[in-house]
């Protein structure tokens, strides 16, 4: 007999003779009821033993995390909070696990010992449910590009172009590096390398992505990308997923319109087919939120403020007023913040992003038109000469989660540019043909995916929305 998910067993409209599922036990009752998860729904199925028939030796091997067969019948359940389970007639014990050194004990563990732990973390109903989420959130991504026409294209991850400063790279090779093969003037000789050049694991797939939108009009990408930058902070990975649409033909403003358009259908997508693993997670966090001082304390709840994005336009900032805002706010005068805005053309922190968001609009803010030397050299010049028209977007309790452009597509004024940056020309001629045969005005971002499942799921830490991350100094797994 084939087993049946828990999920669809608890949704099902009638008792039913004989059903077999498969999980593994979250616990084990008074020697009667196993709380059975198989990963298809945050929900337990109980299933009831009859103890009387069954040996003492299967009893003793029904514990927290074994695997287990049961084969009986659903019937409506006698006691609170479900309305089938499973009565028993046979259990087959399929995998053992010893009660006396299973970590994921049926107890609260702390987020650092369960990031020790990630094989086995998602074992619990948290990072179950935020795995559920991940994965239908990168659904709710294709169907919305595909639904749109979009095509997906997949850029290199092994990249021969470092000129994109979008973060420090990792350099793959594989030279013997006890022994590097030399020049002969004395420097590494990357001829002799793989590639017969010197490469790195890319830092995004822009570059090639606007090659493929200058032909075939909308394309987004959907991949990993690597920074090898040394910021150890909830925020940050080394290892980390970004979704990068490019559009032909679309300026700025277009630009902002679908990111937002995006992001709402998304997190809308989530709200529509992730219910019950948000319901928990929203409980999770109005735990957390008790333990925390009243002062830091979210207004809303995890639900709430889902929906608050959905139903409310993102505001429109440019970089010029923001300043101005930051300038005049009481963290700035008061001299709270770690990096005092004085004048125009200070770079924004975190704390800044966030003041702006959390304190002042109190809504997602898009900041646009940035000082032109804050920002990547393919950004389009505005008349001012001096601002780019680039892109962040900024999310409550998040900060940057989506950075684009309009990019420069005057290839004059593009080469300029590289060469006041030092950006080697031949390097890019591949990417300057874009703007050599051809070229219109073209706009694109990149959102990071794991700080849209952390708004999502309400995480407070990175590490705990990707399945296995990459930090400095860590790489278990
Ligand atoms: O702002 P970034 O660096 O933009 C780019 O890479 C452009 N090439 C995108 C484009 O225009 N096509 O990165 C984009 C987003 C950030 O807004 C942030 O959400 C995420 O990627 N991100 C990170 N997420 C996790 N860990 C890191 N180290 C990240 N660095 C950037
Ligand atoms: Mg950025």
Known sequence: M????????????????EVNAKGWVRTFRN???????????????????????????????????AAVSVTGSLV???GAGQKYEIKVAKLEILGDSDPEK?????????LEFLRENAHLRVRTNAFGAIMRIRSVLSFAVHNYFQQKGFVYVNTPIITGAD????????????????NLPKTEEGTIDYKKDFFGKHTNLTVSGQLEGETFAMALGQIYTFGPTFRAENSNTSRHLAEFWMIEPEVAFNDLDANMDLAEDFIQYVIKYALNNCGDDLKFLEGRLLEEEKSKPQAERSEMTLLEKLNFVLENNFKRVSYTEAIDILRESTPNKKKKFSYIINEWGADLQSEHERY????????????????????AFYMRLNEDGKTVRAMDILFPGIGEIVGGSQREERFDVLVEKMKALGIDEKELSWYLDTRRFGSAVHSGFGLGFERLVLFVTG?????????????PGSADF
Request: charged content about 25%; some cysteine; aromatic content about 8%.
């Open 76 to 78: 409506e359940s006698k």
């Open 2 to 17: 084939r087993h049946t998910k828990v999920k669809d067993l608890l949704n099902s409209t009638t008792t039913l003779q």
């Open 356 to 375: 702006l968001v959390e304190k002042h609009f109190k809504c997602p803010v898009i900041l646009f038109d940035y000082p032109s030397n804050i920002k």
């Open 459 to 471: 995480m407070s830490n990175i590490r705990d929305v990707i399945p296995f991350p990459r930090t």
């Open 102 to 110: 299973f970590p994921m004990q049926p107890k609260k563990h702390s």
């Open 163 to 178: 000129a994109e400063g979008a973060g420090e790279m990792f350099q793959v090779t594989s030279l013997p590096l006890e």
């Open 31 to 65: 020697n009667q009821f196993i709380a059975l998860n198989d990963g298809s729904t945050i929900k337990n199925i109980q299933c009831v033993v009859d103890f009387e028939n069954t040996p003492d030796e299967v009893l003793k091997r029904i514990t927290t995390g």
